[in-house]
């Protein structure tokens, strides 16, 4: 395990894969305890406090949100964002909550970094490295409002200056590692109630 003693790392994703993470993890490190958290609150709370005997907690970003007291005097070893564009914007609370952990490490998966403007991705370098990219203001000026001939020579700066930390995949170079395609179909009886609703 890459693992830093006594430091449990968190995943924090959309709630739609708190279980698949379970599922992958069991799967590739059946060794590794794993510790889905949510639930009700006071159920929350308990696990927060026995996250000493858990190697990994996965969370999704709205109980994060709410749960943000119960995590911020745990020192992770990493803070793993899935589906990292949640955090885009910087205003909202989960830009907010998942910059307030503490940890050694930071990583930050997402399929599209960049959604809506550079502003993204000021959003994301300043969770992964507050400061690489200067203030939010400077970064605007430089990379978004400048004047065009600027702007290019700025962002072709910017790239040089981000590259280092972003691996890209494209999907030609993991085609041959997809699963094939496969459709699955269910079919489910409805009750009198559900078939007049429906």
């Given amino acids: ?28 490190n059946p060794n590794l305890k794993v510790l889905v958290v949510d639930g009700i609150p006071s159920a929350r709370k308990k696990m927060v406090d026995k996250i000493a005997n858990w190697d990994l907690l996965v969370t999704s970003y709205t109980l994060l949100q709410k749960d943000i007291p119960l995590y911020q005097e745990v ?47 000021w959003s994301l370098f300043d969770f992964l490295m507050p400061g690489l990219l200067s203030s939010f203001d400077r970064f605007s000026e430089k990379y978004v409002r400048a004047p ?12 040089r200056k981000i590259s280092p930390f972003i691996l890209r995949r494209m999907k030609e170079d993991v085609l041959k590692e997809l699963p094939a395609f496969e459709e699955i ?3 489910c009886q409805l009750s009198d109630l559900q078939l007049d609703l429906y």
């Fill in 1 to 28: 395990k890459a693992q830093i003693p006594g430091c449990p790392s968190i995943i924090v994703c959309p709630t739609s894969l708190l279980y698949n993470w379970k599922e992958e993890c069991a799967r590739f």
């Fill in 75 to 121: 020192n992770f070893g990493y803070v793993i964002l899935d589906e990292a564009q949640h955090i885009k914007n910087r205003g909202t609370r989960n830009a907010q909550s998942v910059k307030m952990l503490q940890s050694h490490h930071r990583l930050a998966l997402s399929g599209t970094p960049i959604e809506n403007s550079l502003e993204d991705l």
């Fill in 148 to 159: 065009k001939q600027e702007q290019v020579e700025n962002i072709a700066y910017l790239r």
């Fill in 185 to 187: 179909e269910y079919h």
